[in-house]
């Protein structure tokens, strides 16, 4: 009998340091062409390692289940307890009772260095790759691998999983911008380039601004700024990142949440020398204790600077967003000047998205180069939704555009699975 073949589900897996996030995706090549995918669910497990974890998953439009305390031991747990709440009975997944109704696994994962440049679907090749890249990923891609492996074992081996790379879309940027002035010995010997990372993001929002002006992707030249708890800057030129402004490591470019960005690093080397500190010392300084936080002394959070700043006016609050807009507007301006011109900038991120106040600052200086922001439409613009946000007339425009790393590993696993076919 004939049937119509449903769509595919699929589960989208984000492993950081200390959590898991996840949502399931329902999609197939005919949703991505109509652009009519749906999320089915979301949830993230927390603090995994620590005692007690703390889980949140929900179907979409239902109650769920919010900050549940669970032993989360490792990410495996984690995922464990996933599957276990889909299993439950109790989820109310539109079209997802069990593991059997989901049809793929998507992976993000942040350091493919130069062994992966595209998305590609996992085996035991991929796998070895993927743990060949574990030095310059330390924190990240051993937990993506744990649920890589967790997922294999759960759902067996003949459902596809794919895995996304953060670097990928980077992958294009010529060697005068991704080498350091180090003796080339290093690149060689140790792989010491500049990588970039938000790849995901900046490749759905480069294929984002691609359809809402109609335009092939190939003709997309902007600046891609997504600003979040991390923070990065993309120059997408001819639909190609041509640079970016994290580096080796995610610390390198903006001012982020809590890593410093930017710094001569022979001010670190000053640092351990005076105070003692070990290489380990330092990486958690400049990774957890620096950025907003570390220059506001009072928290990593925008939100929280914002009303410090504004409301209090806390100057130390105020330093911090100054010189985090400084660090925006000199990457913009920079960008603009290799690309030899761009089309448009296009915030993103938590930030980018919702903060009206840090876009005006960081467009503050920007007329002369043909960007001009209007005010009304930057203070207007609904939180979450996609808009354009300069003046009538501005040579190079502004676009608010929500990023959606989740949808993208969601389309880049059903590309994977048909290529496969
Ligand atoms: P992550 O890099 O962890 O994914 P997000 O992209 O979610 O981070 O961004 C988190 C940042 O966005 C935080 O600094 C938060 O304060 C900021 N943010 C979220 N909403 C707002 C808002 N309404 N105004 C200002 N900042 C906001």
Same mark, same amino acid.
């Given at each position: 009998?004939?049937? +119509? ?6 589960? !989208? ?23 009519? +995918? ?43 307890? #996933? ?18 109704? #989901? ?30 890249? #574990? %030095? ?5 891609? %051993? ?106 490591? %995610? ?29 380990? +010392? ?45 660090? !925006? ?21 938590? #930030?980018?998205?919702?903060? %009206? ?59 994977? !699975?048909?290529?496969?076919?």
């Amino acid at each position: 009998m004939w049937q +119509e073949r449903r769509a595919m589900n699929i589960l !989208v897996l984000n492993c950081g340091s200390s959590s898991a996030k996840f949502q399931i995706i329902q999609t197939d090549l005919n949703m991505i062409k109509e652009g009519t +995918e749906r999320c089915l669910a979301s949830g993230n497990c927390e603090r995994i390692g620590l005692e007690e974890g703390l889980v949140s998953m929900k179907a979409t439009g239902k109650t769920g289940i919010k900050d549940l305390v669970k032993p989360l031991p490792d990410h495996r747990a984690a995922i464990n307890a #996933i599957f276990e709440w889909i299993e439950s009975g109790k989820a109310e997944i539109e079209g997802v009772n069990s593991l059997k109704d #989901i049809d793929a696994v998507g992976h993000r994962i942040l350091h493919g260095a130069e062994r992966f440049v595209k998305s590609t679907l996992i085996n035991d090749e991929v796998i070895e790759g993927i743990t060949e890249c #574990i %030095p310059f990923g330390p924190l990240h891609n %051993p937990a993506q691998l744990k649920g890589i492996v967790a997922c294999r074992e759960i759902l067996g081996e003949s459902i596809p999983q794919v895995a996304v790379f953060d670097t990928d879309f980077h992958s294009t940027m010529a060697p005068k911008a991704f080498m350091y002035g180090l003796p080339y010995e290093y690149y060689e010997r140790l792989h010491i380039r500049r990588y970039g990372f938000h790849g995901t993001s900046h490749r759905y929002i480069t294929n984002k601004y691609a359809e809402i002006n109609n335009i092939p992707v190939e003709k997309v030249n902007i600046v891609s700024v997504h600003l979040g708890n991390g923070s990065s800057i993309c120059a997408v030129k001819d639909g190609k990142c041509v640079d970016t402004s994290m580096g080796h490591t %995610p610390l390198e470019g903006l001012l982020m949440g809590t890593r410093c960005g930017d710094i001569d690093p022979a001010a670190l080397l000053y640092i351990m020398e005076t105070d003692g500190l070990s290489a380990k +010392e330092i990486d958690t300084l400049i990774n957890k204790k620096s950025g907003l936080l570390g220059v506001s002394g009072l928290s990593s959070d925008m939100r929280d600077l914002e009303d410090a700043a504004l409301k209090d006016k806390n100057p130390r609050a105020q330093l911090a967003l100054d010189m985090f807009a400084h660090r !925006v507007i000199k990457y913009i301006g920079a960008y603009i000047a290799e690309m030899g011109g761009a089309d448009a900038i296009v915030f993103t991120g938590g #930030i980018g998205q919702n903060s %009206p106040v840090m876009r005006a600052m960081t467009c503050e200086t920007l007329p002369c180069l043909g960007i001009e922001l209007d005010k009304q439409k930057n203070e207007e613009l609904k939180r979450g939704s996609a808009g354009e946000i300069s003046k009538d007339g501005s040579k190079v425009k502004i676009y608010v555009i929500p990023t959606n790393e989740e949808l993208m590993i969601a389309r880049d696993v059903v590309n994977c !699975v048909e290529k496969s076919k």
